[in-house]
């Protein structure tokens, strides 16, 4: 049996006692469940792509939910309840991407509490970061309508009241990227950077500052997160400080092979 395979088995042990779940019970398939059992039928139709990308999923939010578990117990509490509560894949989405923004934020050793409406309220009030996801529904997607399901998110939360120059929007895009792919089309993170850069520097968001994320796997079977950060010309200087020490700027070549379908 591979290394990986031995890997994902005990990355699901610890998922299941970190969140207190049971996976593949009875009734309605949870997420997470969902994606513990593709692991184990991709690996049986020797569909060793597809299984590994699975498993970083899989791996990666076990190892953010050990980051939230050092850093404050009670935080992995609320997380855990919130799990527990998820219908959907939307609902999961949305959890996922405060579970990852969580992490970062723990390891970094900034101040920060979990809120509501803005989802993290960092150094007592001095900066937040709103969390979502973009979801492309269509199995035939194309670059103008991918482009537009971006935008739209943003514009969405740009109307809510946490809107301003001290808040961040943190998105997970992962399913975007896959649908870029998908296409075909050079949709490349420059174009999608500039657009949103647009739409900033004209005040049609008052975001200080936006983020995509996504999962990705690289060549050598490795997965890791990544995000696409722009910042407003009037984000708040409290904001900036905080987002160079968790989120600091910098790209770098993945040697992407695959994105998945989804976070």
Not at 16 to 41: C, Y
Not at 154 to 176: F, G, H, M, V, W
């Amino acid at each position: 049996m591979d290394h990986a395979f031995l890997t994902a088995c005990a990355c699901i042990v610890q998922l299941s006692e970190l969140l207190n779940m049971r996976f593949g019970s009875a009734g309605k398939p949870h997420p997470i469940s969902t994606s513990t059992q593709r692991i184990f039928a991709y690996h049986n139709k020797h569909d060793y792509e597809q299984r590994d990308l699975e498993i970083g999923k899989v791996c990666m939010l076990t190892m953010h939910l050990r980051d939230i578990q050092t850093h404050d117990s009670e935080l992995l509490a609320h997380f855990r309840k919130r799990a527990h509560r998820v219908r959907n894949w939307e609902e999961y989405f949305g959890w996922r991407m405060e579970v990852n923004v969580a992490a970062t934020l723990s390891r970094s050793g900034v101040r920060f509490c979990k809120s509501e409406s803005p989802d993290f309220t960092l150094n007592d009030g001095e900066a937040f970061i709103e969390c979502g996801s973009i979801h492309y529904s269509s199995t035939r997607p194309k670059g103008e309508t991918i482009i537009r399901k971006v935008l739209q998110a943003i514009q969405a939360k740009s109307r809510k009241p946490y809107c301003q120059e001290a808040a961040a929007l943190a998105l997970d895009a992962t399913n975007i990227y896959w649908a870029i792919k998908k296409t075909g089309d050079a949709i490349q993170n420059t174009e999608l950077r500039q657009l949103i850069q647009v739409l900033l520097d004209n005040g049609d968001s008052a975001f200080g500052s936006v983020m995509l994320f996504g999962y990705f796997m690289r060549l050598d079977h490795t997965f890791e997160s990544d995000y696409l950060r722009i910042d407003s010309p009037q984000i708040a200087s409290s904001l900036k400080a905080l987002l160079n020490r968790c989120f600091p700027w910098g790209e770098h070549s993945t040697g992407v092979a695959w994105s998945p379908h989804q976070g």
